[in-house]
């Protein structure tokens, strides 16, 4: 890492426009907006389309296996961000790993709280697997809110009797609504991004009431027996720092195949940031390398 | 891995005649005569000698670079084991990560009690710099007491002043000798090899009345800040799971870059057991693909 790439970035997100407890509609557009200015790569194709009645979009890039299939989950605290807005991540995702992405327009809170994300993305992994697609070429990957939704999407679909897809990565999932990881004051000086203050309001708007220990909320309450192996990367300037940890210590004690990497002085989804930080790059890579390994047996139905 | 491997190995070890709480003086000839009847490969050429005042066995295989090193310690409590009997999982290590193996025969309780082990493995460290090995070109494992004394050794470097090494690894680290682990008991039916009373009945003989969250004999009490890359592995049926668990934990909000790997099913220290496990050989590839990333820069002294 250079010094120099992480102060930049710092800066950028600590003075920035962006405040998750912000005005939601102004908040909204900005996030868009500041988006849409980075234009995809040229080899990028994207189709807006639906399956099981969700919206979704579905990128390519050269040389993929189109009968894999990278289920990707965007963040934004359950308010903010759409397919769209996440598609330079997610397609960069799917093509390291050598895989359609198939980007979830989950509906957002407050006008859709909870359970409605989850519902949404169960709805979509079947209309996958009705589509013909095994559940051994689905890899999940889930960023921040998106994250803790990977999870709960698996506990749901436990609960629901479907099977597993082939693996799961989530980057700095935040899966803990009721807010209790020491990081969130631990943390807060160094996190350039996020507050504790601004989750716990965000967490109201999506629970709506509901209990925040609720697991399909909450996963780290869930019992995480079954699910399939699970990378989890997070920066240690997070205050979800302890999300991540807790989430793997869980699945350790419920005999989950689990990766965990903490990267230091990173902030909140770095991974994002692979045009500034070398960094993110190198955790792109090693995600990619675990969702490829994890590919299950070719020669499975 | 395939159920029969492992059902094989954990009879062997509920089964078997190794005994953490045993008589040590029967269970020290019987540690060392096990692990004799197993022959090092052929081509794995051994030297007894000593290092700092303390001996060491040094083991090289053929086209490793002699520049680098694998700083070895090995498991057994503190009070059984020593660095022949753990040759061949050591210069198994140290031959995937492409170096020689310095295997520290550190002193042992109860003869001799805490701190006598840092102060070895210290003294051995201290040596290899001004043999001229530079500190970048040595990489630690250490199993089990020796995971622990692999992290305490890290913090004493760190409180004498001198530089750490390019990375370590540790196996199923024995990290807290005041024995807080939920897992001490939450694992306690499914682990075959340890109990926790085993483990106090051993922290007691090693620590010799010295207080049991004394950093260099508990570690995941230290300031970690300034250690090097670190990697641990851990199986889920084991009573010291939660050590690597609060380990990483501690590593993360110390800004340590740090992986974690949980290995469902597996027992203590599995990788000692790749004849009979798949996993045995995976995790020791991953673990020196670890210490591979990690050797600094060719080009510094």
Known sequence: MSKEQLAVLEDMLRNGPLDIAGDLAQQRELFEAMLAAIPLPGDVTTKATELGGVPVVISETPGIDSGKVVFYLHGGAYVLGSATAALGLASDVARRAGARGVVVDYRLAPEHPFPAAVDDTVAVYKALLDDGVPASKIAFVGESAGGGLTIATLVALKQAGLPQPASAVVFSPWADLSLTGQSLTGKADVDPSLTAEGLRLRAGDYLNGADPHSVLASPIYADLTGLPPLHIQVGSHEVLLDDSLRLAAR??????????????????IFQAFSALLDEAGEALQASAAFTTRHWADETQP
Chains 1, 2 share one sequence.
């Open 251 to 268: 699945a350790a004690a419920h005999d989950v195949p689990v990766e965990l990497q903490v990267w230091p002085y990173m902030p909140h």
